[in-house]
């Protein structure tokens, strides 16, 4: 498990060994840290908008000891898989726009309002909550139930929005949004989770 400290001198480690300055988004539980909804996380997931920027971040992170995995022991089968590198208890996600089935749309992207500067090389925007949960819905690992059940405690969700991204998906070709939405909106409904 990685703390809110341990990850922020990782990222002023990374900065440091960055070529150029980069910007991306912090999803998931890394998210969840810095919304301080959460205390630890198992992975930092992180969301490029091009593929350059991905790997300038992956060669830092190869000059920092981070050794690369497969994702399918993680993600399966399921497409827009990540890079996965790790480093002892260090596990760190790189997506390119496509977050397995989702599009981190310039929707999300507008509203990851909350920005973190690491050294002069590193700009982390943070997702906001409704994105964090269709994302969670997205990747479907096992703690993703606790992580929204987390968010739903301590946030007031606009469960409008969450349809609109939804709708929005569906233009941007991932006709599956709904449908898996559905399916994990039930899986917490299951769970006791009160959904309108």
Not at 106 to 116: D, F, L, P, Q
Request: proline residues 2%; glycine residues 4%.
């Amino acid at each position: 498990m990685i703390t809110i400290r341990e990850q922020e001198i990782l990222f002023l480690d990374i900065s440091r060994k960055l070529k150029k300055k980069i910007t991306c988004y912090v999803i998931g539980g890394t998210a969840m840290m810095f919304l301080g909804l959460k205390v630890n996380t198992k992975d930092i997931d992180l969301v490029f908008e091009n593929e350059e920027d991905r790997k300038i971040f992956l060669k830092a992170l190869e000059e920092l000891e981070f050794k690369k995995l497969d994702s399918m022991m993680l993600y399966g089968k399921k497409p827009n898989q990540p890079e996965l590198l790790q480093r002892g208890e260090e596990r760190i996600d790189l997506f390119t726009t496509e977050v397995i089935s989702f599009i981190f749309s310039e929707n999300s992207k507008k509203r990851a309002e909350k920005t973190h500067q690491f050294g002069e090389n590193l700009i982390i925007k943070i997702a906001d909550v409704h994105d964090i949960i269709l994302m969670k819905h997205a990747t479907d690992r096992i703690k993703d139930i606790k992580d929204i059940e987390a968010i739903l405690n301590k946030e007031r969700i606009d469960w409008n929005l969450i349809l609109q991204e939804t709708k929005n998906q569906i233009k941007l070709g991932k006709q599956r949004a709904a449908l898996d939405l559905g399916v994990f909106l039930e899986n917490l409904k299951a769970t006791g989770v009160k959904i309108p």
